[in-house]
């Protein structure tokens, strides 16, 4: 099951399959992916944070016992399924913040990656143990991880399936903090974001995404490109004003 709770303009979305912890079974990840999309497309929603239901799992990977019994192609097919979730955490145009709470391994250290940032219990632990299965991971771990991590730091993570503590996981990288509780240190954040310019935010994602894939040069260009496009929006109008002001921007995210 899959929870949605809104809190003004922040929404917390729970994956809630303690007796598995929170494992993700071909109906909890369809649920997952269509509620994401419905949040990448609500203009009222403008951070998003996912966690795990409970204090032992945020996703302890996917339905293993129903993987086992997969074809090739309905396994490509479960494969897009994980890979659509992990896209529209990346690229859904406001900030995901993942709350790991417990056990990321597998497909949810996958889900933790696609999103902009991953805050840790200090119980969390993370890794891509699919080796010890005989298969890769699946839902974008060859990439996000060497994106994230390092190359080097990668491949010693997905080759080896060794599972982090949240400090490791701090220390090379894979989160951008350990605090406890770990939802409360996502949510201070997220109301932080809620209040700055939705169209900036919603830019510097865009590039950003784009910062280690593509030409340099031409990344370097959209940037400049776009700053200066930015001039024309209220946002960047009230916040030029405030700063000189001296008193808060009012952002209306256009």
């Not at 079974?25 to 949040?39: A, H, I, N």
């Amino acid at each position: 099951m899959i929870r949605v709770e809104l809190e003004e303009a922040v929404a917390l979305v729970t994956i809630d399959r303690q007796e598995a912890m929170n494992a993700l079974d071909v109906g909890t990840l369809t649920d997952l992916r269509g509620r994401l999309s419905e949040l990448a497309a609500d203009e009222s929603v403008r951070v998003v944070i996912l966690t795990g239901a409970g204090e032992k799992a945020f996703v302890a990977g996917a339905d293993i016992k129903y993987m086992s019994n997969l074809d090739v192609e309905a396994a490509k097919a479960w494969g897009a399924l994980g890979h659509e979730a992990g896209r529209l955490l990346e690229t859904m145009p406001k900030p995901t913040i993942a709350a790991i709470n417990g056990f990321a391994l597998g497909g949810g250290c996958e889900l933790a990656l696609a999103c902009d940032i991953r805050y840790a219990a200090s119980t969390a632990k993370l890794g891509q143990p699919e080796v010890n299965l005989g298969i890769i991971p699946g839902w974008g771990g060859t990439q996000r991880l060497a994106r994230v991590c390092g190359l080097g730091i990668a491949r010693e993570l997905i080759f080896t399936g060794r599972i982090v503590g949240a400090d490791e996981a701090l220390r090379i990288g894979l989160v951008n903090a350990v605090h406890d509780p770990v939802l409360d240190k996502a949510h201070e954040t997220a109301t932080l974001l809620a209040a700055k310019s939705t169209v900036a935010l919603r830019t510097m994602k865009e590039l950003a995404n784009r910062a280690l894939g593509g030409d340099h040069e031409e990344n370097l260009a959209a940037e400049g490109k776009t700053f200066g496009e930015l001039f024309s929006t209220k946002d960047a109008k009230e916040g030029l004003a405030a700063f000189v002001e001296k008193r808060e921007p009012k952002f209306v995210g256009h």
